[in-house]
């Protein structure tokens, strides 16, 4: 069987293979808590083992081998020069003495065994320069070498090629005449040719080839010579006798025929892209070419075996327009929508399809005409009418195609997702033909349909298949499933030594290799193993160069090396999709896990201005809250109170769950060293109101307390130092009496009277007992118990029996006596206090309240007395009376 045969089998028997691609979809997952970050790499979707569109789908296998186009050759007649026609007559061997012969008829070799009938009728007999021969009419002697010459020629003529070979042999052998020879020579190999005496018609050729360079019988014994080393499949040997013949033959069909038989060497010799060249000179030849048809196949086929399937279609369509051959059409048709099929093109080769099945010549390729047609319907997704026109052809089906066809049809079930019936049609596949090459097809598809229907038993399926299949293909592939059913079920410990078993196949598309390889490295992170996913994702970095998901495996092996504590492997990753991939969507988590790194590396600015960074360029990103959080601490760090504010605000604004309780102290504490009294104060109550659950620092509340008694704002004051008192272990013992000054302006005096008491409590010494003693008695007097606040202000005024304290116990003793309406005796304890005592605040106002209780005892000489002391003392006091 010749290559050309050979390829058109191949052809029909493999044009559409399936293609299983997997979506690439990816989603967040959280990482290692020991890592400060929000997100980790998206990672890929199982794999989904139909394609998109379309999915599995068996190649369309012919029943029988379509007839092979026949290939044009050259008739005898073109081939060899013809001598002069002469009338022809009785033979009679040549005597030196006899007188000259006529010219016998010119000889006319018969056709070689490959050659067709259909000669073009333009063609024409050549004469070929004869020996010098003496004119009709003179007298000049004919030689005895044109006698033998003419001899022989009679013979030849007569087809008495037994009798005619020695006579050309004597010929060649005794001649001098290189005209002569070359004539002898090449005839004898005529006859030995058509005696059937092949190495000797060789070896007469041989020598008209090697022995002559020029003689119009060169280039016909070249082609002689190349077409029996042809016959014989010595196709090394017939290449450069068919290249002579191309140029030392003058005829332009055996030129041709030489060029056609060249690049048939050249194709049989393996020698592909120099076969190409001279078919496509074939092709381009104008003019009458009979060759133009076989050479346009053939180049289709070297095409598609070099994936120029392209270049195929476009050869295959014109042959399809220009032949004239009903049954070369339809061929052409046929070829060319299988590979428009298999090239994605279903759309385009539909139509060809249906044109080829219109004509009555499309004999054998019916079959895979009306398969192909099926594919076509299945890449265009038209899943119901080819389930349609497989129930309509039903017994017209035959046997040998039933079980393709049911493939077809099942895939066709299962993208609708009735996996029930898809897996009812493989069964019947397994079942009714199990010797067909689709038996193995259909069980492996069975086992998809389980895998896309999420079947709970598609892994022991899986197993079973394995057990018993010996397709090393399916069987990785198998596997692969299997390992994307497990993925898919998040059993990521149980995936991983099945990942393992396929990611060095060669069986299984690259592109599903590395993907499975990322898996890998995904499963083991998730397994808690970052060990084993730091060597899935730098082999497929190292095997995957130009791999779209780099930046994704780069990203995925930083985690892990950050899971390691490997933080300056971990940061070189990150870089590196920093600067060598600017415009991968994983910028964004490589910024961010920089800036942590950078942090954990105790450089604080780095990490600060990473984050900017971060920022600046995703302002979205909702690692927004953590980056202004770390932007904050950092300044917060250094001191930078006011700039550490507003990064800090804005983290727990974006993300009030984590950063309330980190942000807001540090707020609080950033405008407490700024003094910012209202913002501090508005801080602290956001935070208590919002739900903080720490405390807020006590020098913090108690700053605001005295600040705001010390302005006279009790009620604020009040409400800080309430929060500062009910601390427990933080609080101090002035912040009691504190307290309840601010309660006591506020005329809380039970409230005041208990923290006075607490107060006592915890004081010892003459000094603070003295002010707990004051404010006990103010709040006593407030209450109405004059006597416990008399008692109160006596022993306190004992405790110092000299000093402020004194002076205040004795005010508060004159209080307690105005209070019960003993004017005088209140008088005569704030004039008491006014006398013995100077102070500007003490002073002013004893002499205020004497004046005030001498009015009420009627004494009003006192009085105005005491206010003209008050006024030439201190004269800026002003008077409230």
Known sequence: MSRGNVWLIAITLGVLQEQNMAQQVFKAEPIDPGVRAEQAEPVLEPFNFDSPQPAATPKPKPTTTPKPTEVPVVP?????????????????????????????????????PFLP??????????????????????????????????????????????????????LAASSDKPLTRQVAYFRLGECYRALGRKDLAKNAYDNVVSLFVNGEFVGPAAYRLADLYYQEKDFATALPLFRKSSVRNKDP??????????????????????????????????????????????????????????????????????????????????????????????????????????????????????????????????????????????????????????????????????????????????????????????????????????????????????????????????TLLKAEALYKRSEFAKAMPVYEQVIDSKLIAPSMRGDALFKLGWCAMQAQNPKKAVEAFTRFITDNRTSRQIPAALVQRALALQRLKQYSEALMDFQEILTRHPKAKERELALQQKALILGQQQDNKGMAATFRQMLKEFPQTPAGAQANYWIGWAAFEIKDYAGAVEPLETARKLDKAEYLERASLRIILAKYYL????????????????????????????????????????????????????????????????????????????????????YLAMATDAFPRANGLLLLGQAKLGAGDSAGAKKAAQE???????????????????????????????????????????????????????????????KTADAAKAINTLQSRYPEHPITQ
């Not at 007188?99 to 070799?109: C, D, H, I, S, V």
């Not at 004469?127 to 020629?153: C, F, H, I, K, W």
Request: charge should be negative; glycine fraction near 6%; hydrophobic fraction near 40%.
């Open 76 to 112: 005898a007649e073109r081939i060899v020069p013809a001598e002069r026609i002469v009338p022809a007559e009785p033979i009679s061997k040549p005597s030196p003495t006899s007188t000259p012969a006529p010219t016998l008829p010119p000889a006319r070799p018969a056709m070689t």
């Open 117 to 170: 009938e259909g000669t073009p009728p333009e063609s024409r007999p050549q004469t070929v320069p004869e020996p010098p021969r003496p004119e009709p009419g003179t007298t000049e002697p004919m030689s005895d070498e044109q006698r033998q010459l003419d001899y022989a020629n009679g013979l030849y003529a007569r087809k008495i090629h037994d009798l005619a070979a020695p006579e050309y042999e004597k």
């Open 253 to 478: 069909v055996v030129v041709l025929s030489s060029k056609f038989y060249t690049a048939r060497c050249l194709d049989s010799l393996r020698l592909y892209a120099e076969a190409r060249s001279v078919y496509e000179d074939v092709v381009g030849m104008k003019g009458t070419n009979p060759f133009r048809e076989a050479s346009r196949l053939s180049l289709a086929r070297l095409y598609t075996e070099v994936r120029r399937k392209e270049d195929a279609i476009r050869q295959l369509d014109a042959l399809a327009k220009e032949t004239e051959k009903p049954d070369i059409r339809a061929e052409a048709l046929v070829k060319s929508a299988l590979l428009k099929i298999e090239t994605g093109k279903a759309a385009e080769a539909a139509p060809d399809l249906a044109a080829a099945l219109a004509m009555p010549e499309v004999g054998t390729w019916r079959d895979a005409a009306q398969v192909g047609l099926m594919h076509t319907l299945f890449q265009t997704g038209k899943y119901e009418e080819l389930l349609q026109r497989f129930e309509a052809m039903g017994a017209q089906i035959s046997p040998a195609r039933r079980p393709e066809m049911l493939i077809l049809a099942a895939n066709a079930q299962r993208q609708l997702g009735r996996h029930e019936a898809a897996r009812a049609a493989y069964e019947e596949v397994v079942k009714n033909f199990p010797d067909s090459p689709f038996a193995a097809d259909a069980r492996f598809e069975r086992l998809v349909s389980l895998y896309n229907a999420n079947d709970p038993g598609v892994v022991e399926a899986a197993d079973d298949f394995l057990s018993k299949t010996d397709n090393e293909d399916k069987r990785d592939q198998a």
């Open 675 to 758: 003094e910012q009294r209202e913002p501090l104060a508005t801080e602290v109550d956001f935070y208590v109101e919002g739900g903080g659950i720490g405390k807020v620092p006590a020098e913090v509340l108690r700053w605001l307390g005295m600040s705001y008694l010390a302005d006279n704002q009790s009620k604020k004051a009040a409400k800080y130092l309430r929060m500062l008192a009910t601390r427990g272990d933080d609080v101090q013992r002035d912040d009691l009496l504190n307290f309840g000054r601010a309660l006591l302006q506020n005329k809380d005096f039970a409230e005041a009277a208990k923290q006075a008491t607490d």
């Open 796 to 858: 306190a005024s004992a405790l110092q029996p000299e000093g402020r304290l004194n002076a205040e116990g004795r005010l508060l003793l004159g209080d307690i006596s105005m209070a019960g309406g003993d004017f005088d005796e209140a008088a005569k304890a704030f004039m008491g206090v006014a006398v013995v005592f100077d102070d500007t605040s003490i002073t002013p106002q004893a002499l205020e309240k004497a004046a005030l209780a001498y009015k009420k005892a009627g």
